[in-house]
């Protein structure tokens, strides 16, 4: 059976979705034999780090059997044939190492849902007929606006998706989008995009996924979205995380909007890029919020605060603390000054912090300042830092929950404990 030639998705105006659901479906072949495997598609979208930029030497270059990819690689888009060329089969996954392009999140993703099913449920994915599809049709330096609808790279993620749905029905398979993983922020943040302006583009671009998801499979559902939280906006020319804040709000609201984890406490190479360990691992987290909102069905959440209240001069922060206790950590995270934590009058100026513990319960924080609480201050964390991003000398905080001393990703010697490290947020203080 030969692959179907490409073509271009273009709805045309007045066009039911309906009707454009059943032209593809009559055309992949709606009669299908009985299905003993499912191939669920992982998508990772967006810019640079998305697709492994600057991440070299490639770690994950021993193919995965139980994982697969196009021919042409995970990033199909850079293969040397049209869209139907670099589609044409599927084969068990692996990184490559494209000029400057290396590890991808995709690896880590698949490896840590592995791992978390094995350890969690006693049985790997492909022990239930689930193979994971992967592929990586982002570009690099794009704001949410052009990664949407119309743009060159959404018509490669379109393509992922309907050959991934090719190939399903091809080896008589239940095909489904698992996920799209998002990996953007920073060009917005550049560019100076307002956070209400971001997140209903970030909402729109969903909803653009979620149609063609339906015009490929016929089937109407919400596609969850797995998001880091940019840390670049100093790097960006920016005092103020916008974008960061944004998509920690989304997370909040939306259900269908994960944020996995922070950047701030990886490695970097420059001040947006990610070496190729700190990419795999970022994977393992996209992996870790797949596992929990996904596959368990659970309303999981970062680690982040809840509220923050005051007497005199003590703040008492609560956190949602996935795995307790809190800890602050200055092995992992250089200590950028009181943890990364700050208090802000309602002018905008520092009231210096003086003391700063965690409670007993472990969820959490105790922070003392040089003067009396004034209504209308505010509780920032990991807003400070350097030009150049990560755990070192970046935008950064201390704060993580404890995860990581049962839970350690260690493909490859990589040894990277799974704590999950406090989000970046600016938290309003109210009277105790």
């Not at 049209?82 to 490559?96: G, H, I, M, Y």
């Not at 494209?98 to 969690?120: F, K, N, S």
């Not at 406490?265 to 996209?286: I, N, P, Q, T």
């Not at 959490?364 to 004034?374: C, G, L, N, S, T």
């Amino acid at each position: 059976m030969s692959i179907l030639p490409a073509r271009r998705f273009h709805r045309q105006p007045g066009l039911p979705l309906s009707v454009a659901a059943a032209v593809l479906a009559a055309a992949l072949g709606a009669s299908q034999p009985a299905q003993a495997e499912a191939i669920h598609q992982i998508v990772s979208y967006g810019q640079s780090v998305s697709f492994g930029t600057a991440a070299i030497p490639p770690i994950s270059t021993e193919p995965h059997p139980s994982n697969l990819m196009f021919a042409s690689g995970v990033r199909a888009q850079f293969g040397e044939g049209d869209a139907t060329a670099n589609r044409a089969s599927l084969v068990p996954f692996q990184e490559s190492h494209y000029y400057w392009l290396g590890e991808t999140p995709v690896a880590g993703m698949l490896e840590m849902i592995d791992q978390l099913r094995m350890q969690e449920d006693g049985h790997r994915s492909a022990d239930q007929g689930i193979r994971y599809l992967g592929s990586a049709p982002g570009k690099g330096g794009q704001t949410v606006k052009a990664l949407s609808f119309g743009t060159e790279p959404f018509e490669q993620l379109t393509w992922d998706l309907y050959f991934g749905a090719v190939h399903a029905r091809m080896r008589g398979a239940e095909y489904r989008l698992g996920a799209v993983t998002w990996g953007q922020g920073e060009s917005d943040q550049y560019w100076g995009t307002d956070a209400q302006t971001y997140r209903a583009s970030v909402d729109a671009l969903r909803r653009q996924i979620n149609w063609v998801n339906e015009v490929v499979t016929g089937t109407a559902e919400s596609v969850p979205m797995i998001a880091y939280q940019v840390s670049a906006h100093v790097a960006a020319g920016s005092a103020s995380p916008d974008i960061a804040l944004a998509q920690l709000d989304d997370g909040r609201e939306n259900p269908d909007f994960h944020l996995a984890t922070p950047l701030y406490m990886m490695d970097f190479v420059d001040e947006y890029h990610l070496d190729a360990r700190s990419s795999k691992w970022l994977g393992a987290y996209f992996g870790l919020a797949y596992k929990r909102a996904v596959v368990d069905g659970e309303d999981w959440q970062p680690l982040h605060p809840l509220r923050a209240r005051s007497t005199g001069r003590l703040i008492i922060a609560d956190f949602h603390v996935p795995v307790p206790p809190l800890a602050f950590d200055t092995a992992q995270v250089a200590d950028p000054g009181q943890y990364g934590f700050r208090v802000v009058d309602p002018d905008g100026s520092d009231n210096p912090v003086t003391g700063i513990a965690i409670d007993r319960a472990g969820t959490r924080v105790w922070i003392a300042a040089a003067r009396p609480i004034a209504a209308g201050s505010s509780l920032r964390y990991a807003w400070d830092g350097d030009k150049q991003s990560g755990r070192l000398t970046g935008p950064r905080g201390n704060l993580r929950d404890s995860q990581g001393d049962r839970l350690v990703f260690d493909p490859e010697g990589i040894a990277a404990p799974m704590h999950n490290w406090c989000v970046i947020f600016e938290l309003p203080v109210v009277p105790l």
